[in-house]
C-alpha cells in the first residue's frame, strides 16, 4: 500500500502557464526522494498535484516535512485556490514502473459509498469486481500504463449520499493521450465490462489530467 496526496487548484481564471512556472521552480528545491506529478484538468478549468512524500511521519501528513511546505506554498503564492486535499491508499506506487504517473495524461474515477456501507468485506467485494471489470476491459484495449486503485483516507461530502459522508473508491490509470481513452471506451470489452461497475449503483466521478511537469526518483 502507498499513500498517495492529490491536491485540486481552481479558481477563475486560473493562470495556467504561470502556476506550470510557480512548480517548476519549486520543484527545483525539493532535493530529497519525493514524487510529484503537476498537470491541468482537461475538461474544466482546475490543475491537479500528484505525490508521493518520504518521511511522513504517520505516512499520511507530510506538512511536517519542511521541503513539502516549502513546495506547497511556492504553488499557493501563484494564485491558484485550493480546492480539495486528500490521500488515497493505492496498491500500488503511481510513480513505479509502468505506473499511472508515468503517462501523458491521467484518467480518474472516483465511486462514493454511503460511509456506513464500507466495511472490510465490503472493500473487498469492490476491489474483486474491479478487477473483473479491469480483466475483460484491457483484453482489447492498449493499456498504456498499469493501474492503480485504493481508498481515499479522508471522507466525503456527495449530494447523493444522503444523511452520511461518504467513502471513495478511486482508481486512477495514466494513458499515452485523450484520444487512446476515447478509442478505449468505445470497444466491445469496455462494453462487456462496464454493467460490472454500473452495478454498484454509485454515484461516481471521472476526471483526465494531462501532465505538465514530473519530478520523481527512480524506484527499485
Known amino acids: 500500500m502507498v499513500v498517495t496526496e492529490i ?25 530529497n526522494s519525493q514524487h510529484i506529478a ?14 508521493e512524500w518520504d518521511g511522513a511521519q ?9 521541503e513539502y511546505s516549502s513546495f506547497i506554498n511556492s504553488v499557493r503564492s501563484s494564485g491558484g485556490e485550493l480546492q480539495s486535499l486528500y490521500h488515497v491508499a493505492l496498491n500500488r506506487s503511481a510513480f513505479g514502473t509502468d505506473g499511472p504517473a508515468t503517462g501523458n495524461m ?3 474515477v472516483q465511486n462514493y459509498f454511503p460511509a456506513s456501507r464500507v466495511t472490510p468485506e465490503f472493500r473487498k467485494r469492490v476491489e474483486d469486481d474491479f478487477l473483473k471489470f479491469d480483466e475483460i476491459y484491457t483484453k482489447e484495449v492498449r493499456v498504456d500504463t498499469s493501474v492503480a486503485y485504493g481508498w481515499v483516507l479522508e471522507e466525503q461530502d456527495h449530494e447523493n ?3 452520511e459522508k461518504a467513502r471513495c473508491f478511486l482508481v486512477c490509470r495514466g494513458w499515452e493521450s485523450m484520444d487512446h481513452f476515447e478509442q478505449s471506451v468505445k470497444t466491445d470489452a469496455y462494453k462487456k465490462a462496464i454493467p460490472i461497475l454500473l452495478a454498484w449503483n454509485a ?6 489530467v494531462e501532465q505538465k511537469v514530473i519530478k520523481s526518483t527512480t524506484f527499485a
Open 7 to 31: 491536491i485540486d487548484f481552481g479558481g477563475e481564471p486560473l493562470n495556467v502557464k504561470n502556476l506550470i512556472r510557480k512548480v517548476a521552480v519549486a520543484l527545483e528545491g525539493v532535493k
Open 38 to 51: 503537476f498537470g491541468t484538468k482537461v475538461q474544466e478549468n482546475g490543475a491537479q498535484i500528484l505525490s
Open 58 to 66: 504517520d505516512g499520511t501528513n507530510p506538512s511536517r516535512i519542511q
Open 106 to 108: 491521467i484518467e480518474y
Open 161 to 163: 449520499v444522503k444523511g
Open 203 to 208: 454515484p461516481w466521478k471521472m476526471w483526465h
